[in-house]
Antibody, heavy 119, light 109 residues
Framework: QEQLVQSGAEVKKPGSSVRVSCKTS????????ITWVRQAPGQGLEWMGG????????NYAQKFQDRVTITGDDSTNTAYMQLTSLSSDDTAVYYC????????????WGQGTLVTVSS | DIQMTQSPSSLSASVGDSVTITCQAS??????LNWYQQKPGKVPKLLIC???RLQEGVPPRFSGSGSGTEFSFTISSLQPEDIATYYC???????????FGPGTKVDIK
């Protein structure tokens, strides 16, 4: 059973940035991809972007292109998502998930990280 | 960008009923369509990939079908534990770009 463990909840001021981490197993990081999905309170799922180390690729949803950076550290098998210029609209639970190697889909998920943006 | 719509946005049915959710893509996505279940307060769970492939361990009362722009997801005999919001998701390209549908909330009458 694959486990993805995310960093803890954050409270941020408007205009600041947040970085959320997602620690995986060595196999997941080297053989699969990691993606980020967010969910605002009472709202649906929104794909933000992903990193697929085996392809050497990182891509982002157009909506977040200018504000999000996804990186990976293969020495610690950890993926990171940084979101800048935060506003109250960014208050959400942020999930990392594994991108399956067989069919592009999200087969294992982290526990979620609540990011609250408030002055 | 490919847009996804789902209908209905919510439904209420009795235990044992068959319920169907539809998902429509704004352009042809072949069978590149996944379905997720999210129970209240829980992490989403992948149920079906590539329109109709049931994930291991998912009860066979769940099924999916469709291709192109029209897809459907069916629970053949609704159970109390199926109360959840169900999302379709398309993927396109390499590296893949993903889009979720807005979700369908399923309740028990």
């Amino acid at each position: 059973q694959e486990q993805l463990v995310q960093s803890g909840a954050e409270v941020k001021k408007p205009g600041s940035s947040v970085r959320v981490s997602c620690k995986t197993s060595r196999n997941t990081f080297s053989s699969f991809g990691i993606t980020w999905v967010r969910q605002a309170p009472g709202q649906g799922l929104e794909w933000m972007g992903g990193i697929i180390p085996v392809l050497g690729s990182i891509n982002y949803a157009q909506k977040f292109q200018d504000r999000v950076t996804i990186t990976g550290d293969d020495s610690t098998n950890t993926a990171y998502m940084q979101l800048t210029s935060l506003s109250s609209d960014d208050t959400a639970v942020y999930y990392c998930a594994r991108i399956s190697a067989s069919v592009p889909s999200f087969d294992y998920w982290g526990q979620g990280t609540l990011v609250t943006v408030s002055s | 960008d490919i847009q996804m719509t789902q209908s209905p946005s919510s439904l209420s049915a009795s235990v044992g009923d068959s319920v169907t959710i539809t998902c429509q893509a704004s352009q042809d996505i072949k069978n590149h369509l996944n379905w997720y279940q999210q129970k209240p307060g829980k992490v989403p769970k992948l149920l079906i990939c590539d329109a109709s492939r049931l994930q291991e361990g998912v009860p066979p009362r769940f099924s999916g079908s469709g291709s192109g722009t029209e897809f459907s997801f069916t629970i053949s005999s609704l159970q109390p534990e199926d109360i959840a919001t169900y999302y379709c998701q398309q993927y396109d390209g390499l590296p893949p770009v993903f889009t979720f549908g807005p979700g369908t909330k399923v309740d028990i009458k």
